[in-house]
């Protein structure tokens, strides 16, 4: 019966391999649309994940290129949390959970994808839930927007502007980043798409998400996304530039709301500008008083009515800093903030092609340039680097250590039971050896870690339950660089966002952040 258990092992890994993707696949869907089910799909795909590790003695955790800063952050994080003056409960248990669903999706994410097909699988299920997050946009702007839910303008300042949309993310300025980083995702496709159908589409995509936030009437996506194209239209195609500023000139003319407003980022005229200012102002203030240790990840709320300079009222709640530096720096300490920009900035290069040696070195030289203008800093850096070091590293070695193989029993050719002892039909014993030989191959394949970009995947391979053929119908070399640019982009525009909003700040954007640095470390290794 020795055949039939390693038969049934080999059925059960198979499933569990798929069942994780599944998982994937679902909170990459639900991402925008449902947090909860998002979460459910993340902790379902762990647990699969996890069996599959217990049971396949062939399967190998693999290293990410940014494992040790992303687990130097999750540490610190948590002290921050312990050694918080608003420690309490529900901080503990928003750590937990929170930070947890987003360290769980780099994990899975990043040991389960593995091929081309299944960057796809990924990037279809991302893209079909980016249409209906648009769709409802629309909706809104055609329809109206409940009147409880029009808290997002400022009447004396823009007595024009009625509503800003903001779909399925509650917030207008979230879902204008939400939407930047799909538009960079898109120019990453479109510089490597090869025939017009393709580049049509993408172009089509790009038309109607910027139409989308457009109705956000987001002053820092909008800038922020002037930048990125830019950038890119000097870096890949200047046709882009001549578009956008035609688009631009064409809203500018036909809407007068939203070039008041794109302008007054210039005159300070709104209201919430000086609020942002007065922000600011305050969480340096935090960062002065608690350098090391931070005030605690997802304590700022708690802590800053200490530092409220500015703001009279006390039944205004803020709840982030408004610029993802200065709330990281804050809520983390300094030491944790670099860890964390050290993945994310370390993303973005490997995903512009740096090599992930060079992208260490371009911040390891920004590092010492700020640790040694400072005696004090410099000792401190000294201590945190070998201790964290040495810590982070038994961390890894819990989880990367190597696994023992199953021992099985030889099995003599004198002991082999026939399919006729056995009992079996002819359909029968027909599918078990063709099921038996595919499951070898399955077996032999996922043991290869590296994968060239000249490997030919059969037709079974390539179909996805979200097939849409016209669009992802192209080489995977180039769809893998056009995905892996995209991210780097999108990684910029977060950057750049960042200086004046805090895009992480909202769940599903901080879900989406996470899958997007680990599929860009999981096409790095592919790419190898």
Not at 82 to 103: D, K
Not at 108 to 134: H, Y
Not at 412 to 420: A, D, G, L, P, T
Request: proline letters at 2%.
């Amino acid at each position: 019966m020795n055949r039939v258990n390693v038969f049934v092992r080999r059925r059960r890994i198979k499933n569990l391999e798929q069942w994780t993707l599944y998982a994937i696949l679902t909170e990459a869907f639900f991402l925008a649309l449902s947090e909860t089910v998002a979460a459910a799909a993340v902790m379902f795909g762990v647990m699969t994940w996890f069996l599959r590790s217990q049971i396949d003695s062939k399967y190998k955790i693999r290293s990410l290129p940014f494992d040790v800063p992303v687990s130097i952050f999750l540490l610190i994080g948590a002290a921050s949390v312990l050694l918080s003056s608003a420690r309490s409960l529900m901080l503990i248990y928003n750590y937990c959970t929170l930070v947890g669903i987003y360290a769980l999706t780099y994990l899975i994410v990043g040991q389960t994808i593995r091929t081309p097909a299944q960057v796809k699988q990924v990037a279809q299920a991302l893209g079909a839930s980016a249409i209906l997050v648009v769709l409802w946009g629309f909706f809104q702007f055609i329809f109206g927007i409940d009147p409880a839910d029009v808290k997002w303008t400022d009447p004396d300042a823009f007595p024009e502007l009625k509503k800003r949309i903001f779909s399925t993310l509650e917030n207008p300025n979230v879902l204008a980043g939400y939407l930047n980083i799909f538009i960079c995702l898109s120019l990453g496709f479109l510089s490597k798409a090869e025939k017009r159908s393709q580049k049509l589409i993408l172009i089509g995509a790009i038309i109607l998400l910027g139409t989308c936030l457009i109705m956000t009437y987001s002053r820092g996506a909008f800038l922020t996304l002037a930048i990125v194209l830019a950038i890119y239209g000097l870096w890949q195609d200047w046709r882009v530039l001549i578009l956008f500023a035609a688009v631009t000139a064409l809203i500018g003319y036909s809407d007068s709301a939203f070039m008041n407003r794109i302008l007054s980022t210039f005159t300070m005229s709104d209201s919430s500008e000086g609020v942002r200012i007065g922000i600011w102002v305050s969480t340096s203030a935090m960062i002065s008083d608690h350098p090391f240790a931070g005030i605690g990840w997802g304590a700022y709320q708690f802590v800053y009515p200490q530092y409220n300079y500015y703001i009279s009222d006390p039944n205004i709640i803020i709840y982030h800093a408004h610029n993802i530096y200065l709330n990281f720096a804050a809520e983390t300490g300094i030491v944790g903030a670099l860890a964390f920009f050290w993945y994310f900035f370390g993303t973005m290069f490997v995903s512009f092609g740096v090599s992930q040696r060079g992208a260490e070195k371009w911040f390891a030289e920004r590092l010492e340039k700020i640790f040694a203008s400072n005696n004090f800093l410099q000792e401190m850096a000294t201590i945190f680097n070998e201790k964290l070091a040495v810590f982070s590293n038994l961390f890894l070695n819990l989880f990367a250590g190597e696994k023992k193989p199953l021992k099985l029993k030889k099995i003599r050719r004198s002991n082999v039971i026939h399919n006729e002892e056995m009992n079996f039909s002819e359909h029968t014993r027909k599918k078990f050896a063709e099921t038996e030989i595919s499951d070898e191959k399955t077996s032999e394949e996922t043991s290869n870690e590296e994968i060239s970009d000249e490997k030919i995947f059969t037709e079974s391979e390539r179909k996805s339950p979200l097939a849409l053929k016209d669009a992802m119908n192209i080489d995977d070399k180039k769809f893998l660089d056009g995905f892996r640019l995209g991210i780097g982009l999108a990684f910029l525009s977060m950057a750049l966002n960042g200086f004046t909003d805090d895009l992480l700040f909202n769940i599903p954007t901080s879900m989406l952040m996470w899958m997007l640095g680990a599929l860009s470390a999981a096409i790095n290794l592919i790419k190898e």
